[in-house]
Nanobody
Framework: QVQLVESGGGLVQSGESLTISCAASGFTLSNYDMNWYRQAPGKERELVARITDYYSTIHFVDSVKGRFTISRDNAKNAVYLQMNSLKPEDTASYYC??????????????WGQGTQVSVSS
């Protein structure tokens, strides 16, 4: 089955760190550009990070720049969003996304189910 599964979310205090993962099945995640999004209740979905050019270019939204980093484990077919110095405004459901997954001549915009990150003050 072709899918993305996020995990690692939880409840942390302000200033603490948390790493969430995006694990792929049915395709090799490192071969594709991907995005991390987040969405808080009542707010629009927000792009957090965009990874392009086989992970050579990583863009972070200004609000997380300098605090969040990306790592990967190709053996586990997973990408990790490392979140440091967390703030209450980081509270959201986090989603990984492969916007242009290819299978032959077919393309799809693939999303995971999301993982909840809650940061208390």
């Amino acid at each position: 089955q072709v899918q993305l599964v996020e995990s690692g979310g939880g409840l942390v205090q302000s200033g603490e760190s948390l790493t969430i993962s995006c694990a792929a099945s049915g395709f090799t995640l490192s071969n594709y550009d991907m995005n991390w999004y987040r969405q808080a209740p009542g707010k629009e979905r927000e792009l957090v990070a965009r990874i392009t050019d086989y992970y050579s270019t990583i863009h972070f939204v200004d609000s997380v720049k300098g605090r969040f980093t990306i790592s990967r484990d190709n053996a586990k077919n997973a990408v990790y969003l490392q979140m440091n110095s967390l703030k209450p405004e980081d509270t959201a459901s986090y989603y990984c996304n492969v916007p242009n997954l290819r299978n032959g001549f077919l393309f799809r915009d693939l999303w995971g189910q999301g993982t909840q990150v809650s940061v208390s003050s």
